[in-house]
């Protein structure tokens, strides 16, 4: 019957074991085979991930309303035709602002209340709400944003809350277990999903400009620039609300916060990306400290080597960046390095292109020291360069 699921009781059948007359119970039924128990992850991760609400206050919208109302000043709307009709919908008068609404997760971060989540769960609120495990509800202010890397730090008035163990992002490999924790959609709070770790280092170029880091000039000060990405890829379910959860290895150690999925239809289609936390960790403790990431520059313009380039050089290598120019009183130019200079690492790390030397870069901050590995004229050298601020 549909309805109904039958029960084979395991028999148990005594053997006799005719060495020593021992006999023993064995089963005629075979264990099933079963998955990874991460209860206990899941039962740590729950306790530290929160839901957060967030909106633009009223102030705020009244606000961006009276900025819309500048910017589409209509000379006629005061006649009595335009005060009697309603005529926005139309396209006539000032249009409505219509206010932002958002909700997703969050991750306790400290015992003291701090809050970490991303930028893009945020970013356009005043009015942010952060309720936890148990229900408590606690109006939150923002910290401090990194919107090149999406996260986001809140801070609540409470003590003694959980936390969870850091984990250490680059040691994780391919194929571990990992748990993702958070509130899809909104409603479905304090839900768990599970899957592997499937890939690491992942750029989606979720946001591509022409700003250059390497370069001071009046653009690039308007810029945030490109997304900083380098993603921990997951086959656990993320749906839009986990934004901002946890993402936990399988002791229920925090191995990422989750930020994005690869979707075509805007629901999960497969495959999840979180922030690793050894990234998350640097970032933070800057928002915590300084309310945002102070990040320098070199002040140089590169390309990837190719053959020409390498024929040019008579370079034996095949990986690097060439430096073409530098900019006057730059932080590279500053520190001794030239034009065709080939970079080959940075800090004992091997820089193979253009993208990789991004991400290093724009995860150091002002006052930090790159000690840059190059080849120049055929000698290898490592020159450090202090970073300095971008003017």
């Known amino acids: 019957m549909g309805g109904l699921k039958y029960w084979n009781e395991p028999k148990l059948q005594t053997v006799a074991n005719t060495e020593n007359g021992l006999a023993v119970a064995v089963s005629e039924n075979t264990s099933p085979v079963t998955g990874p128990d991460f209860s206990l992850s899941a039962e740590k991760a729950l306790k530290v991930v929160v839901q957060i609400n967030a909106q633009e206050s009223d102030q705020l919208v009244k606000q961006k309303q009276e900025e819309l109302s500048k910017k589409y000043s209509n000379p006629f709307s005061d006649h009595p035709f335009f005060r009697e009709f309603d005529m926005r919908g139309f396209g006539f008068g000032t249009p409505y602002y219509n206010q932002k609404k958002g909700s997703g997760s969050g991750v306790i971060y400290s015992q003291d209340g701090y809050i970490v989540t991303n930028n893009h769960v945020v970013e356009f609120a005043d009015d942010i709400e952060v309720i936890l495990e148990g229900g408590k509800k606690y109006k939150a202010k923002k910290v401090g944003t990194d919107p090149r890397t999406d996260l986001a730090v809140l801070k609540i008035e409470a003590t ?98 989750n930020s994005a999925i690869a979707t075509k239809t805007g ?23 300084n309310g945002n990431f102070e990040r320098g520059r070199l002040g140089i313009a590169v390309s990837n080597l190719d053959e020409e380039k390498i024929k040019e050089l008579k370079l034996s290598i095949e990986h690097g960046v060439v430096v073409e120019s530098l900019e006057e009183n730059s932080s590279a130019k500053f520190a001794g390095i030239q034009p065709n200079d080939v970079i080959t690492g940075i800090n004992g790390k091997a820089i193979n292109n253009y993208d990789e030397l991004l991400k290093v870069v724009g995860l150091t901050k002002v006052g930090e020291t790159l000690n840059i590995s190059i080849i120049r004229d055929g000698e290898t050298k490592t020159i450090p360069v202090r970073i300095r601020k971008g003017i």
């Open 267 to 289: 629901y999960y289609s497969g495959y999840s990306f979180a922030i690793p936390s050894n990234l998350v960790v640097k970032i933070v403790k800057e928002l915590i400290s």
């Open 160 to 257: 003694d809350l959980p936390t969870l163990e850091l984990a250490n992002s680059d040691i994780l490999k391919v194929g571990e277990w990992v748990l993702a924790v958070g509130n899809p959609f909104g409603y479905l709070t304090s839900t768990v999903t599970a899957g592997i770790i499937s890939a690491k280092g992942r750029n989606l170029d979720i946001e591509s400009n022409e700003y250059d880091p390497f370069n001071f000039d009046d653009q690039n000060d308007k810029k945030e620039g490109p997304k900083i990405e380098e993603f921990i890829q997951t086959d656990a379910a993320v749906n839009p609300g986990n934004s901002g959860g946890a993402l936990v290895d399988a002791t229920g150690k925090l191995v990422g916060i």
